[in-house]
């Protein structure tokens, strides 16, 4: 699998899309101002304890106060406080090591936060989800710092292994090496990309941390709550650090200084992979150069074909969100049961793809078509396992049910992403909408295909005169007609009828002028 990040910048705004062989899988949005993301620390001040909800509202400078459940206070919590409290003061006797820092007793698993809290304090807090419609920033005191190999997670001594490196022998030397390396009072949590990795470049990314975590003190000191204290790295840089592999063939920006700085990241974790990184200087749209425009008007309708002609009807509630799998109106001969497991195949791959790049979360309910096999419904459970593998987000997978449905809730950290597709119809004057027309010769193509192997090789197709000028604009031989007659093996003659609106067409059997139906 070949990764490549196309780097939009515009104004304030970057778009980012991260494509896997060519495929869009991710897009991400970065403003100017990117407050409040997942992973930034804030020096809050808690406002209100609820001891119905054994939680606190929290003051980060947010419109809305933040959320903070005991269950994310973090055992250290009193150790956190005291930390935050003699940082700001800057009466802190450890100084800048650390290690000598004098951790506090553990706070209880199923403690009540009011016997925990007192008096209000100002506390360091880690945005644990962004704002999301009217709720304010999800907080988390457990303290995370995450590099390239390792997470640093203060004030403990352990350290653990990701469960995604299965061999005991790797697990039980990288725990060796790291606990090695590292300082007093930093615990680490190894990371999958560690595995292989030897004692330098891990002993690099502990000095790394630890320094992050040393700076941190010093902007603590005269901090004033509501404040930011540590800001996550950019999209690009987080992105790169999560991602980066021996699979990562391009970076390509459209803006100097974003190319400049992934450069330089890059050079500096993994200097053998700097030469990726592009920067493209065309007046051509770098979206539009490298197929990413195309990708998003076809992937957030709320109809998301497939290449067989399936497709899928992809809706939202506020409570969960319902993926229906429909067969269209073409299908093998090869009987009921197997022309829904290859459907449903099919469809898995791109549910996997849908939820990564909508960034679906909560609960979502996929209605595959009905199968009656036990082992057919087992095929597509472990299809589906398998192709959200690569999806960060944490995820859980129920087998498909007695009803054909299949239920998976998935780790929803940032508000989920919606373009709308639809655009000014110009037959009407802007007072209906239409579906995208970027992709009605797609569309087309993928029907004259169709036609061509059902024995087809004759063809009138009847379009609006604007989509006619399109398909057979230029010279003859450079005409998309004649491309699709050459390519398909057919006869095609294009004509152009008043009646049909921008993106209706027909196609009809040339001898004997019947219409054909799809």
Same mark, same amino acid.
């Given at each position: 699998?070949?990764?490549?990040?196309?780097?939009?910048?515009?104004?304030?705004?970057?778009?980012?899309?991260?494509?896997?062989?060519?495929?869009?899988?991710?897009?991400?949005?970065?403003?100017?101002?990117?407050?409040?993301?997942?992973?930034?620390?804030?020096?809050?001040?808690?406002?209100?304890?609820?001891?119905?909800?054994?939680?606190?509202?929290?003051?980060? *400078?947010?419109?809305?106060?933040?959320?903070?459940?005991?269950?994310?206070?973090?055992?250290?919590?009193?150790?956190?406080?005291?930390?935050?409290?003699?940082?700001?003061?800057?009466?802190?006797?450890?100084?800048?090591?650390?290690?000598?820092?004098?951790?506090?007793?553990?706070?209880?698993?199923?403690?009540?936060?009011?016997?925990?809290?007192?008096?209000?304090?100002?506390?360091?807090?880690?945005?644990?989800?962004?704002?999301?419609?009217?709720?304010?920033? =999800?907080?988390?005191?457990?303290?995370?710092?995450?590099?390239?190999?390792?997470?640093? %997670?203060?004030?403990?001594?352990?350290?653990?292994?990701?469960?995604?490196?299965?061999?005991?022998?790797?697990?039980?030397?990288?725990?060796?090496?790291?606990?090695?390396?590292?300082?007093?009072?930093?615990?680490?949590?190894?990371? %999958?990309?560690?595995?292989?990795? *030897?004692?330098?470049?891990?002993?690099?990314?502990?000095?790394?941390?630890?320094?992050? $975590?040393?700076? /941190?003190?010093?902007?603590?000191?005269?901090?004033?709550?509501?404040?930011?204290?540590?800001?996550?790295?950019?999209?690009?840089?987080?992105?790169?650090?999560?991602?980066?592999?021996?699979?990562?063939?391009?970076?390509?920006?459209?803006?100097?200084?974003?190319?400049?700085?992934? =450069? #330089?990241?890059?050079?500096?974790?993994?200097?053998?992979?700097?030469?990726?990184?592009?920067?493209?200087?065309?007046?051509?749209?770098?979206?539009?150069?490298?197929?990413?425009?195309?990708?998003?008007?076809?992937?957030?309708?709320? %109809?998301?074909?497939?290449?067989?002609?399936?497709?899928?009807?992809?809706?939202?509630?506020?409570?969960?969100?319902?993926?229906?799998?429909?067969?269209?109106?073409?299908?093998?001969?090869?009987?009921?049961?197997?022309?829904?497991?290859? %459907?449903?195949?099919?469809?898995?791959?791109?549910?996997?793809?849908?939820?990564?790049?909508?960034?679906? *979360?909560?609960?979502?309910?996929?209605?595959?078509?009905?199968?009656?096999?036990?082992?057919?419904?087992?095929?597509?459970?472990?299809?589906? #396992?398998?192709?959200?593998?690569?999806?960060?987000?944490?995820?859980?997978?129920?087998?498909?049910?007695?009803?054909? /449905?299949?239920?998976?809730?998935?780790?929803?950290?940032?508000?989920?992403?919606?373009?709308?597709?639809?655009?000014?119809?110009?037959?009407?004057?802007?007072?209906?909408?239409?579906?995208?027309?970027?992709?009605?010769?797609?569309?087309?193509?993928?029907?004259?295909?169709?036609?061509?192997?059902? *024995?087809?090789?004759?063809?009138?197709?009847?379009?609006?005169?604007?989509?006619?000028?399109?398909?057979?604009?230029?010279?003859? $031989?450079?005409?998309?007609?004649?491309? $699709?007659?050459?390519?398909?093996?057919?006869?095609?003659?294009?004509?152009?009828?008043?009646?049909?609106?921008?993106?209706?067409?027909?196609?009809?059997?040339?001898?004997?002028?019947?219409?054909?139906?799809?």
């Amino acid at each position: 699998m070949t990764k490549e990040l196309i780097i939009n910048a515009s104004g304030d705004t970057v778009e980012i899309a991260l494509l896997e062989d060519k495929k869009l899988v991710e897009l991400h949005y970065e403003q100017g101002k990117d407050d409040f993301a997942v992973g930034d620390l804030y020096l809050g001040k808690i406002k209100k304890l609820m001891p119905g909800l054994n939680a606190a509202f929290v003051d980060v *400078g947010y419109e809305k106060d933040a959320f903070l459940h005991y269950t994310d206070l973090s055992p250290y919590f009193q150790s956190l406080v005291k930390f935050a409290k003699q940082s700001v003061d800057g009466n802190t006797s450890w100084g800048p090591d650390f290690s000598k820092f004098r951790v506090e007793p553990l706070i209880q698993k199923a403690g009540k936060i009011t016997e925990v809290v007192h008096q209000k304090p100002e506390i360091l807090v880690q945005i644990l989800k962004e704002p999301i419609s009217a709720k304010g920033p =999800r907080l988390s005191c457990e303290i995370s710092l995450p590099g390239r190999f390792l997470v640093l %997670t203060p004030f403990g001594d352990s350290v653990s292994v990701s469960r995604k490196i299965h061999s005991a022998e790797e697990r039980k030397r990288l725990q060796k090496i790291v606990e090695a390396v590292k300082p007093r009072n930093y615990g680490m949590i190894v990371r %999958t990309a560690a595995e292989g990795k *030897g004692t330098e470049e891990l002993h690099a990314d502990v000095e790394e941390l630890v320094k992050t $975590w040393q700076n /941190l003190q010093y902007t603590l000191k005269g901090a004033k709550a509501p404040q930011k204290v540590l800001g996550e790295q950019t999209k690009t840089t987080s992105i790169l650090r999560d991602l980066l592999n021996e699979s990562f063939q391009r970076v390509v920006a459209n803006d100097k200084k974003i190319a400049d700085s992934a =450069r #330089e990241y890059i050079a500096r974790i993994a200097p053998e992979k700097a030469d990726i990184v592009s920067y493209h200087s065309g007046n051509n749209n770098i979206f539009e150069q490298y197929g990413v425009a195309k990708q998003v008007k076809a992937a957030f309708g709320q %109809t998301v074909n497939m290449g067989s002609g399936a497709y899928l009807i992809i809706q939202h509630t506020e409570a969960l969100h319902v993926i229906d799998v429909n067969s269209g109106t073409r299908s093998a001969d090869a009987g009921q049961e197997q022309n829904a497991l290859a %459907t449903n195949l099919e469809a898995v791959a791109e549910i996997a793809r849908q939820m990564r790049l909508r960034d679906l *979360g909560g609960i979502v309910i996929v209605d595959f078509i009905d199968m009656k096999l036990p082992e057919n419904k087992r095929q597509v459970l472990e299809a589906m #396992e398998t192709a959200m593998k690569p999806d960060r987000a944490r995820h859980t997978i129920l087998p498909i049910s007695k009803f054909g /449905l299949m239920q998976i809730t998935r780790q929803r950290l940032r508000p989920e992403l919606n373009i709308n597709t639809s655009e000014e119809c110009p037959t009407c004057k802007g007072t209906g909408k239409i579906g995208p027309t970027i992709l009605l010769s797609d569309n087309i193509e993928k029907d004259l295909s169709y036609l061509v192997d059902q *024995g087809h090789r004759e063809l009138t197709l009847r379009v609006h005169p604007i989509v006619e000028a399109y398909l057979t604009k230029g010279w003859f $031989w450079s005409s998309l007609r004649h491309k $699709w007659s050459k390519q398909y093996k057919t006869r095609l003659k294009v004509l152009a009828d008043n009646s049909y609106p921008m993106t209706q067409y027909r196609f009809f059997d040339e001898k004997t002028d019947d219409s054909i139906n799809l």
